[in-house]
């Protein structure tokens, strides 16, 4: 759960955020303090072929290697299974009945590629334009202190400057939809980190295959005739241990992050290329464990970073946070 500080109170009186709906939600849950942080330990295996290509374009529509370990292990990076579940969460995120269950404030589920939210934020312009707003004075630049503003910027002090910054930071954070609060965005970090997987133990030869590929031509998407090479895949069987690392969760992220997990775990998401053929296709195997913890203090937090968190099972915690927005006897 997260911990729900009441906002500071704005010192300077500062007209509130246009267009905000989350006046309520408390500062604390950005960056600059831990509040929780939670440790997801799992295992995936994978139950189809896999391909992650080194790069996304290949002189035939894809690339003939796969991604590997320095040392020659094969690897699920972090970064593209965090791509699986962003955008299964972005697409189920768009069912406004699930929207409203989990994420009733704030804005809507954007589609990072096609709508993403903080848009009105992500030109400096825009920016300088809202710093001006908070400072009351006219967007001309014009500084009259006698009208009871501040002035210009450059009038302000080092510590009205960082003020008005930290206010800023709050705005665009409310101004994001769960989904971009969990993975980031162009002006947002974002909460979560997947580090690449690879697997513990093995040998190539448990490891890899080489199939024949038929090349396809960009351009025409058609079989180029006679056009043959191998591509490599990562075989079914092999296990990936998985680590997901969140900090500062709030309620409703908690719930999105867990559903993306599950769909995961319960082998709903494919990862790596020609999925539409079933490859990449991977469920999660035996029992998941997470650390929590939840900052009461300075101490909690030392524990934490020394790896002291007590461990529980991952699945009844789930069952907990999920069953929040289930109604009785479902
Ligand atoms: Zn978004």
Redesign the pocket.
């Known amino acids: 759960m997260a911990t729900h500080v009441p906002r500071p109170s704005n010192p300077r009186g500062h007209p509130s955020v246009p267009g905000s709906t989350k006046e309520e939600r408390p500062m604390s849950l950005l960056h600059h303090s831990l509040q929780n942080a939670w440790i997801i330990r799992g295992t995936l295996e994978l139950m189809s072929p896999l391909h992650i290509g080194v790069s996304e374009r290949g002189a035939m529509g894809m690339d003939a290697k796969v991604v590997r370990w320095p040392d020659g292990r094969p690897v699920i990076p972090g970064s593209s299974l965090k791509g699986v579940l962003r955008s299964f969460l972005e697409t189920v995120g768009q069912n406004e009945s699930l929207r409203n269950l989990l994420s009733p404030e704030g804005?809507p589920?954007?589609i990072?590629t096609e709508n993403?939210?903080?848009r009105e934020f992500r030109k400096k312009e825009d920016r300088d334009k809202w710093r001006r707003r908070q400072m009351a004075i006219p967007t001309n630049g014009d500084p009259d202190p006698d009208d009871g503003s501040r002035g210009s910027w450059d009038n302000l002090s080092e510590e009205e400057k960082a003020e008005i910054d930290r206010e800023l930071a709050e705005a665009i954070y409310r101004s994001?939809?769960p989904?971009?609060r969990l993975f980031g965005?162009q002006l947002f970090a974002g909460k979560i980190s997947i580090p690449d997987l690879v697997p513990e133990q093995g040998h190539p030869t448990e490891w890899f295959d080489v199939r024949d590929g038929v090349g396809i031509d960009r351009d025409t998407r058609t079989a180029r005739n006679g056009v043959k090479y191998d591509f490599e895949l990562v075989n079914p069987g092999v296990v990936f241990p998985l680590t997901v690392r969140a900090m500062n969760l709030e309620d409703d992220e908690q719930a999105w992050l867990l559903l993306g997990l599950e769909a995961l775990r319960n082998g709903e998401l494919f990862l790596g290329g020609k999925t539409s053929r079933g490859l990449g296709s991977v469920r999660g195997i035996g029992s998941w464990r997470i650390s929590r913890m939840e900052s009461r203090g300075p101490e909690d937090i030392v524990l934490h970073y020394l790896g002291r968190d007590e461990e529980e099972d991952y699945e009844p915690w789930v069952n907990q946070v999920m069953g929040r927005y289930m109604s009785a006897g479902r």
Do not use: D
């Open positions: 804005p589920v954007c990072i993403p939210c903080g994001l939809c989904i971009c965005n």
